[in-house]
């Protein structure tokens, strides 16, 4: 079973920017699929950015493109997320997770998944 630390988040003005990061282990770190999801209030949780276990392909949903940035440190078993640009929008609790199979190019949709970490908080204001 993979464990999931997610930090980074907190109060942030409209225009700034946030690293998010998130620690897993249980698995080979290097050989999966990393990804962060977010969950606003009332709305379903969203896949927002997926890394390949190589780094070498990236996914954006249409919404974060052009402002997020999902990134990989395998020797830290830590996968970021650099979120610039944050509008209101962008209020939500983010996740990350990880695919279970090894080598794969990305992730499936949440619902794909059983575990997942506390998430951290990101809440954007003016």
């Known amino acids: 079973q993979v464990q999931l630390v997610e930090s980074g988040g907190g109060p942030v003005q409209t225009g700034g920017s946030l690293r998010l990061s998130c620690t897993a282990s249980?698995?080979?770190?290097?050989?999966?699929?990393m990804g962060w999801f977010r969950q606003a209030p009332g709305k379903a949780r969203e896949r927002i950015a997926t890394i390949s276990w190589s780094g070498g392909s990236t996914y954006y949903a249409d919404s974060v493109k052009g402002r997020f940035t999902i990134s990989r440190d395998n020797a830290k078993n830590t996968v970021y997320l650099q979120m610039n640009r944050l509008s209101a929008e962008d209020t939500a609790a983010y996740y990350c997770?990880?695919?279970?199979?090894?080598?794969?190019?990305?992730?499936?949709?949440?619902?794909?998944?059983?575990?997942w970490g506390q998430g951290t908080q990101v809440t954007v204001s003016s």
């Open positions: 997770n990880q695919d279970p199979e090894e080598y794969g190019v990305g992730m499936g949709q949440p619902s794909a998944y059983d575990y």
């Open positions: 249980g698995r080979t770190f290097s050989s999966h699929a």
